[in-house]
């Protein structure tokens, strides 16, 4: 017994690993089959219903070529980061009040952060 909790400390960072799902671009690329409706992501792809995807992560908000954005977009001013994406997938009416984004948001954290890092790996 002893024994056993002497092990402890040394099994639970072997465990960790199972409980703390890690952001996978694989599972993000099906959770953006809900964006792909409305939005490219391939780099050199084009503005839909919504702007091109490519790219957006270190771009300010509202400033994709050629693409009409809502004033609220278009004031917006910081630039996104994948914190940014977080909390625009969680509530695009809260994050930026008046945008015309049609999409009422991502639910589950993991699919956020998994759908942030397939963005992230079609970066230019
Ligand atoms: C039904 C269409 C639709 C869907 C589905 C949709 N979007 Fe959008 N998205 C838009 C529109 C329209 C805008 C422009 C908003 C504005 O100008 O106010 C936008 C804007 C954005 C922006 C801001 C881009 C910029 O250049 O500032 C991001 C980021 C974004 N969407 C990500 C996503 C992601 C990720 C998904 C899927 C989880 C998604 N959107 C689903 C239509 C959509």
Known sequence: MTRLV???????PLLMPLQAKAADAVAGEKVFRK????????VGGKNKIGPALSGVIGRTAGTADGYRYSRAMKAADFAWTAEALDSY??????????????????????????????IQS???
């Open 6 to 12: 002497r092990a402890l400390p040394l099994l639970v």
């Open 89 to 118: 997938l969680t509530s695009p009416k809260t994050f930026v009040p008046g945008n015309k984004m049609p999409f009422p948001g991502l639910k589950k954290a993991d699919d956020r952060a998994d759908v942030i890092a397939y």
């Open 35 to 42: 964006c792909a409706a409305c939005h490219t992501v391939d």
């Open 122 to 124: 079609k970066m230019p």
